[in-house]
């Protein structure tokens, strides 16, 4: 690589930079559908450069709108060009206004191109004997190279000084214009010679010389020996007007009237103010806050953002200001006196806990953090290992004062996943009550798409404010310290920054969430009952055989090992079955495999769907996925959960996440139980493990086909209600629709492909890939569909209406108002529109299938309450089912009263059904 200047002029091509960043992933868009990629490329790529030569004179060049002097030139100048997506074209206004914030000079001349504008800086530069770095990804810039001009191509981070440019084009910079000329350029419609590629160009370029000496003497061509040398001469004299023509096209004018002065194009400070502003709007969360941290350090001076504009308001201006100084540390009697005073009289208080674990089992509780209005907090410790003055406050006494207002159910409590703190609580005897708000759910009920919802992130996203993280105060890795150790000088401000933030987060979430009946409904009634449920349920947990897990594990053990042996066998020598790398060498290379789809970076990929593919034609593939399957199987279940057993319990208790995924649907982690396989024997033995306590049973109703009942209910189709209503097999029902028989002449091949049929169109399958499961010719798979389609007309109008709204609104709703946005719906980008299109119909139903499960936890939990509680536990969610320990002297009253219960839950124009199961472990229960 070429040596590169110091403190030289850089000379950045943003048209350049402007199409490769659109083009390339990550097509990003903000909340609002808002195309952002190209900005966030470019800008990624300015920081890169900026970073690496710390330039202290740029200018970031651009295009102008309209015509240049070679469209006068030559009409077909660029016409074979498109015009510019509207995805991009809405970026350019905000990646100016961001290159303009950074400090960045930018210029665009209308009349010339930016290589035009970037051609005349850079001789006039160097005629002043100055060093110029061109960053550009446009090889038409190598005939601007000389002693002092040096091109960088930040994509491929390559250098081309005199010697880079012979090397690669095999000219030097002074024939890189004849270069061009010679072999023409399709995209931007110069036509140069006919049959002249590179090898030719060169060929003639090396031997005679530029295009004005080849036009001069044509003969002395065809004494090179190339191919097709003897007809050149011929060409030369016939197409002399055009290679003249292309020559003047690509050659870049180096005489513009730029007006500016070495000192226009120094660097200038960056507007932190505005990048904070912009960067909040783009939702460039990083880069939002590094802006928030040099604001931090030099001030504020940009007038605040309108509310119209962007996220902020009132509220968030205000919570954007400095928030030190505002906080108190309660260490006597006398100040907590003042504060439980004063949170028992706030009509809301933001409340957060401070623990010596995220795990909620084993988590002490080290302190108490209280915010009863913006910007006015306490921390309260109870627990820090170095307080042993006589003044601190007894962890047991502060609870003792303050269980009756936590317990107190008129006392209104904020705070950020109460769940957790309710949990915390719990271990010392206190449950907690009043719970009215949850700022991380009323971000996710208001957009779950929008950003993740933890404080930090809400806090940037919001408030524009970046709190204190834990790894500031804390540490990182092994030496990470645990909230007991950390002094209360360091402690404290973090503490009391938590509820402050909470509560500043509430008053401008709410607010929003109020203007949407549906949603503030869906959060009142749905979300936040759960909360304390679910801390419930998560704290009951469920008992695992340990011994039943061992044996599987070396049941699994031995399976794999075999596997692995046969793979071996099948690919003719030994390799590692985890190694990617070794895989494709294996399959297409030494197997010859069709390569099916290719990674990022080009390689063939032995990615979970390829070699699904693949499996359905050859061995190995299939070896491949059975010893991936078992072997997760051993290592996240049966090695891994008799780790988990809480000592205190004997039970294993999993994390319910409210706020996840973006249909609604719960997510649950250490252990995830939702993804434990059930189609297969090995899955369905990892959960004979899970067992119920002694004299009880373990008791599992899953809800049957429910999102064919939710589409059933949501398209008003009168086939599919009527078949649910009469009770029908649903499959069969439609197997008899589609093949034109009578529900007892339906073979089960026929039900196979129904229920295909059925739930491919939930999830978008195309006839391609309904053909692709079933194994069948396309045609008759669409014939299929096009059938389904005809006895079932409402269905495709649900469909069809489904998609018209979300391109017309963004998103789609469930039937209890639940939102997903899928900005892609209106995507350029044919696969994208497409994803998003399909996302679109099975969202309502996935959505209004959580949202259902989750009113019948409630109806469940509150008859318990009430009712079976000693006698009835409910131990976990997964998917469309509840799963219940129940002692065996009450299963006969019980468990129709829950399944009841789970089919009344709501009520839809069909009935809906719940089946129960009973017994000594959940696969039997299942």
């Known amino acids: 690589m070429a040596a590169l200047p110091d403190q030289a002029l850089v000379l950045v091509d943003g048209s350049s930079y402007l199409y490769r960043a659109f083009y390339a992933p990550p097509h990003l868009t903000n909340s609002k559908g808002e195309p952002t990629g190209a900005v966030y490329g470019v800008v990624n790529m300015l920081r890169s450069l900026l970073k690496q030569f710390k330039p202290e004179h740029i200018v970031v060049v651009f295009d102008a709108k309209g015509k240049t002097f070679r469209d006068e030139i ?36 209308p009349g010339v191109e930016a290589d035009d504008v970037i051609g005349t800086l850079a001789k006039q530069a160097s005629a002043e004997n100055k060093a110029v770095i061109i960053s550009t990804g446009d090889k038409d810039m190598a005939q601007l190279v000389d002693d002092n001009i040096t091109l960088i191509n930040t994509m491929t981070n390559t250098v081309m000084d005199r010697a880079g440019v ?65 007809t050149m001469p011929k060409k030369l004299r016939e197409h002399a007007e055009d290679a003249r023509l292309s020559y003047l ?26 990048l904070v502003k912009l960067f909040g709007e783009l939702e460039f969360k990083r880069w939002l806050s590094e802006a928030l941290d040099n604001q931090a350090k030099g001030g504020s001076t940009a007038e ?28 006597d009697k006398q100040s907590f006196a003042t504060w439980l005073e004063k949170i028992q009289q706030a009509e809301l208080v933001a409340l957060d806990t ?33 307080l042993n003055a006589p003044e601190q406050l007894d962890r047991d006494w502060v609870l003792a004062q303050l269980k009756p207002w936590l317990e107190d159910p008129c006392k209104a409590k904020l705070g950020q996943n109460l769940k957790y703190d309710a949990s915390v609580l719990a271990r010392y005897g206190i449950d907690l009550k009043g719970i009215k708000y949850d700022t991380m759910l009323e971000s996710y009920v208001l957009n779950s798409t929008l950003t993740r919802h933890d404080m930090d992130s809400l806090s ?26 950390i002094e209360l000088e360091t402690a404290a401000p973090y503490a009391a920054e938590d509820a402050d933030i909470t509560l500043r987060l509430h008053q401008t979430l709410w607010p929003k969430l109020q203007q949407q009946a549906k949603l503030q409904s869906l959060f009142e009634k749905v979300e936040l009952p759960l909360v304390s449920i679910l801390s419930k349920t998560e704290r009951q947990g469920v008992r695992i055989d340990s011994q039943v897990l061992a044996a599987h594990s070396l049941s699994l053990a031995e399976r794999i090992d075999g596997l692995e042996k046969q793979a071996h066998d099948l690919a003719g020598e030994p390799f590692n079955l985890g190694s990617p790398k070794q895989l494709q060498h294996i399959l297409f290379e030494k197997m010859a495999l069709p390569v099916v789809k290719k990674t990022p970076k080009g390689a063939p990929s032995t990615a979970e769907e390829v070699l699904q593919e693949l499996a359905l034609d050859y061995s190995l593939p299939k070896v491949i996925l059975e010893y991936r399957s078992l072997s997760k199987l051993k290592s ?14 004997g039970r294993v208790h999993t994390s319910y996440h409210q706020a996840v995924t973006a249909t609604g649907r719960f997510s649950s982690s250490d252990p995830n139980l939702q993804n434990i396989p059930i189609r297969h024997e090995e899955g369905r033995k990892v959960r004979q493990a899970f067992i119920p306590a002694e004299g009880y049973k373990l008791v599992a109703i899953d809800y049957s086909q429910i999102e064919l009942r939710i589409m059933a209910h949501l398209s008003q189709d009168k086939g599919l209600l009527s078949a649910f209503a009469a009770g029908e097999d649903i499959h069969k029902a439609t197997a008899a629709e589609v093949f034109g028989k009578s529900l007892e002449a339906v073979s089960s091949d026929e039900r196979r492909s129904a229920k295909a049929i059925n739930f491919g169109l939930i999830y978008g399958m195309s006839a391609f890939g309904l053909a692709k499961q079933l194994g069948i010719a396309r045609a008759d798979a669409q014939t299929y569909m096009n059938r389904y389609f005809e006895r079932y007309p409402a269905v495709l109008d649900y469909m ?9 609104h963004g998103y789609v709703e469930t039937l209890f108002g639940r939102r997903l946005y899928l900005p892609e719906i209106n995507s350029r980008n044919g696969m994208r529109k497409k994803a998003a299109e399909r996302a679109a119909v099975n969202a309502p139903m996935q959505g209004t299938a959580a949202d259902i499960i989750k009113k019948a936890m409630i109806a469940v939990a509150t008859w318990l309450d009430t009712q079976a509680d000693e006698h009835c536990r409910m131990l976990m969610q997964v998917h469309d089912e509840l799963v219940f320990e129940v002692l065996e002297s009450e299963l006969e009253r019980v468990v129709p009263k829950l399944t009841e219960l789970m089919e009344q839950a709501v009520h839809l124009d069909l009935p809906l059904v719940a089946e129960s199961g009973v017994g000594n472990n959940w696969d039997e229960a299942h």
């Open 460 to 485: 940037l996203q919001y408030l524009q404010h970046k709190t204190i993280k834990f790894e500031d105060i804390a540490g990182k890795g092994a030496k990470q310290l645990t909230f007991n150790q």
């Open 800 to 808: 069809d209406t489904t998609r018209d709204f979300c391109q017309q």
């Open 166 to 230: 012979e090397e690669k084009f095999g000219v030097p910079p002074e024939l890189i214009i004849d270069y061009l000329a010679l072999m023409g350029d399709k995209v931007d419609n110069i036509p140069g010679l006919p049959g002249v590629g590179e090898k030719t160009a060169l060929a003639m370029l090396q031997g005679v010389g530029g295009v004005e000496q080849l036009l001069a003497d044509p003969d002395a061509v065809q004494e090179l020996g190339f191919r097709g040398a003897k």
């Open 304 to 331: 605040p953002a309108n509310p119209q504009d962007g996220e902020a308001s009132e509220a968030t201006l205000q919570a954007a200001a400095e928030l030190s100084g505002e906080y108190e540390t309660i260490l």
């Open 636 to 649: 996240t279940y049966t090695d891994k959960l008799p780790k988990m057993v809480e000592p205190s319990t």
């Open 249 to 274: 096209l690509a050659t870049i004018k180096c005489d513009v009237e730029v007006g500016l002065t070495m000192q226009d194009m120094q660097r200038l400070e960056e507007d932190t103010d505005t």
């Open 74 to 109: 030559y009409q077909q100048y660029k016409a074979n060009r498109p015009s510019m997506p509207d995805d991009l074209r809405s970026q350019i206004e905000p990646l100016h206004a961001v290159i303009k914030a950074m400090g960045l000079p930018m210029i665009a001349i």
């Open 354 to 386: 401070e623990t010596t674990s995220l795990n909620y089992m084993q988590a002490e509780l080290v302190g108490l953090s209280f915010a009863v209005e913006a910007g006015k907090a306490a921390y309260l410790p109870v627990a820090h290992d170095y």
